[in-house]
T-cell receptor
């Protein structure tokens, strides 16, 4: 089955700097890679996703890149703000309907 | 907007009790999931259901069972609760087919004493 590894486990940046979170996956058949943001005490919420026929996708200050050959994908947040502080999870699909999640990255944005 | 509702935000039970966690979704999604969330371990799949009365084991099914009698409702059952089942439990739902995002409930923080 799919195995997804996520790095780093914690990330601290100054407000206004960029943050990058990286994930690798094992199953070359995976085609769908969502990213979730979980604020303290709240549910994980989908913030961006990418499919295997696309190399990059942007939505305002966040972007995701995918390298299918190397089997890794990354989340990029530019101009970070304190409200970006949260735990971020990457995931890859497997067996069509299921997602395998990475271990999560705790992002702290210092004002 | 998709709404996934879990019956309790916080629950405290005793070792050996039978515990029921309930989840309801309002989007007519075929798929429903139960995850366990522990620090540093991400979200681990306990069970998955792709239709009424259908279920598949996830990565950590031991000590758990599930029930899906109606499409909108998916229940997680701890047959005989143990302290190592103290955790955050998250329910999610999605459409069927590849590449579908999952929508999560607010979670149930379960403590087994």
């Amino acid at each position: 089955g799919e195995n997804v590894e996520q790095h780093p486990s914690t990330l601290s940046v100054q407000e206004g700097d960029s943050a990058v979170i990286k994930c690798t996956y094992s199953d070359s058949a995976s085609n769908y890679f969502p990213w979730y943001k979980q604020e303290l005490g709240k549910r994980p919420q989908l913030i961006i996703d990418i499919r295997s026929n696309v190399g990059e996708k942007k939505d305002q200050r966040i972007a995701v890149t995918l390298n299918k050959t190397a089997k890794h994908f990354s989340l990029h947040i530019t101009e970070t703000q304190p409200e970006d502080s949260a735990v971020y999870f990457c995931a890859g699909d497997n067996a069509g309907n299921m997602l395998t999640f990475g271990g999560g990255t705790r992002l702290m944005v210092k004002p | 907007d998709v709404k996934v509702t879990q019956s309790s935000r916080y629950l405290v039970k005793r070792t050996g009790e039978k515990v029921f966690l309930e989840c309801v979704q309002d989007m007519d999604h075929e798929n429903m999931f139960w995850y366990r969330q522990d620090p540093g371990l991400g979200l681990r799949l306990i069970y998955f259901s792709y239709d009424v009365k259908m279920k598949e084991k996830g990565d950590i099914p031991e000590g758990y069972s599930v029930s899906r009698e109606k499409k909108e409702r998916f229940s997680l059952i701890l047959e005989s609760a143990s302290t190592n089942q103290t955790s955050m439990y998250l329910c999610a739902s999605s459409w069927t087919g590849g590449g579908q995002p999952q929508h999560f409930g607010d979670g149930t923080r379960l403590s087994i004493l």
